[in-house]
């Protein structure tokens, strides 16, 4: 599925792209998380998704993870929450039952090429994004935003890891 938010240049707002990234998640029959309290996590992890213009393969989200540890200034209070979130906690058990407690670590050697790429873009960065995005950043197009911020996304070829990994999101959740 072409998805514009993963083109350098997109002229697209935040706020269109993570409406996109929303349509994605839909048509790969995938739960939209929505936040229930102030802090707004879910609203915040969809957006790096849509900023650093990946999608939700499990090596894609590797990647992002790169993305949030170097290149924002989430904090890690943020990422123990994030970590507590029930869904996230299921679908950390899942991956690690059905792929096994080894997975992670080999996921990161396997995919250290698109790893290394995305750390040296972070380093590159003229400054960290802000994790906890400010609103009124959704109605500012990305190609501004990625220019502000130093962001370069990887290319297409550049975000294609060494092997996929077969996972079935499913045995986590399939409704929307």
Not at 132 to 151: A, K, M, N, Q
């Amino acid at each position: 599925m072409h998805l514009d938010y993963q083109n350098q240049e997109s002229g697209q707002t935040l706020r269109e792209a993570v409406d996109e990234y929303h349509r994605y998640l839909v048509a790969i029959d995938r739960k939209i998380l929505v936040d229930s309290n102030a802090v707004k996590i879910w609203l915040y992890h969809d957006v790096t998704h849509a900023v650093f213009g990946h999608s939700t393969s499990i090596e894609q989200e590797a990647a992002l993870d790169f993305w949030v540890l170097f290149g924002t200034n989430f904090s890690w209070k943020m990422l123990r929450d994030y970590r507590d979130i029930p869904e996230v906690k299921a679908l950390s058990g899942a991956i690690i039952s059905e792929l096994g407690l080894s997975f992670v670590p080999k996921l990161y050697w396997r995919n250290r090429k698109v790893l290394w790429r995305v750390f040296r873009n972070t380093r590159r960065m003229s400054k960290k994004w802000p994790f906890e995005v400010p609103s009124e950043f959704l109605d500012r197009t990305l190609s501004d935003l990625r220019s502000e911020f130093g962001i370069t996304l990887l290319s297409p070829q550049q975000r294609v890891p060494s092997r996929l990994t077969e996972f079935d999101y499913s045995i986590v959740s399939n409704t929307h």
